[in-house]
């Protein structure tokens, strides 16, 4: 009788998750929203009656909410459930549709297409500055 060859134990390697995947992300979802309408984690919490320590979990991908969580934090937050199950990639469509939606933005972008990449840079550069209000002395 044979003896059977012994098995080698096979390594299986998933690639971590990025932050930028295409896949849905509650997490980070739930943290963009809570941010952009300047509420601390405590207040979110607050506002659902849950503990603070929750809402961080769930920002953290340590907690995944239920269907009924996922509602309260909608109502929370004052978005539709969709906002927080939106993928990656539909979630960038409609951010580049606000910009857009903004008539000096819409004019420059394709103008910027044109630029070579040391002008582009240097643009982005100066738009930069002005947007966190440095002021460049003369």
Do not use: W
Not at 8 to 35: C, D, H, K, W
Not at 39 to 63: C, D, H, W
Not at 116 to 129: A, C, I, K, T, Y
């Amino acid at each position: 009788m044979e003896e059977p060859e012994p098995l080698s134990p096979q390594l299986v390697v998933t690639p971590p998750q990025s932050e930028e995947s295409e896949g849905i992300n509650v997490a980070r979802a739930v943290r963009e929203i809570r941010r952009g309408r300047r509420l601390s984690q405590r207040q979110l919490a607050g506002r659902m009656q849950v503990p603070r320590t929750y809402i961080s979990k769930i920002e953290n991908g340590k907690a995944v909410p239920t269907l009924s969580s996922l509602e309260r934090l909608a109502r929370a937050l004052e978005v539709n459930i969709c906002e927080l199950l939106r993928d990656g990639h539909s979630r960038r469509e409609h951010e580049t549709a606000a910009v857009l939606a903004d008539p000096f933005l819409a004019e420059i972008v394709p103008l910027v297409a044109q630029l070579d990449p040391f002008q582009r840079s240097m643009f982005l550069n100066q738009v930069r500055e002005m947007a966190m209000g440095r002021r460049r002395l003369a």
